[in-house]
């Protein structure tokens, strides 16, 4: 029997991308599921093990270990928990930083 276009709706009724479609085959096999989640889970533990290493060096530290916990997140929900709560401290301590930034300029504007 051929696949129609309805088969492979999803239900907001829309065609899932191929990335969506290639993770569904991967479920549907219980090994190739398991290797996948544990390359994923590999992947992103070394990204964030890489981030916490370079949180004290000068550069993105704090955000390759956030894209780590992203990727996990992906496919670990404990690990999306995290990376959301991650994501909106970052948020606020990048909004923080800016209206810091913005009243230091305005000082320098009225002293010079």
Known sequence: MEATPADDQTAGGRLPGP???TRA??????TANRVYRTGVGVAGAGTVALGAVMIPLPGPGALIAIGGLALLGTEFESAKK???KANAAAKKTYAAAKAKAAERKAARRAAG
């Open 82 to 84: 995290v990376s959301t």
């Open 25 to 30: 085959l991967i479920r549907r096999h219980p």
């Open 19 to 21: 990335a969506a479609r």
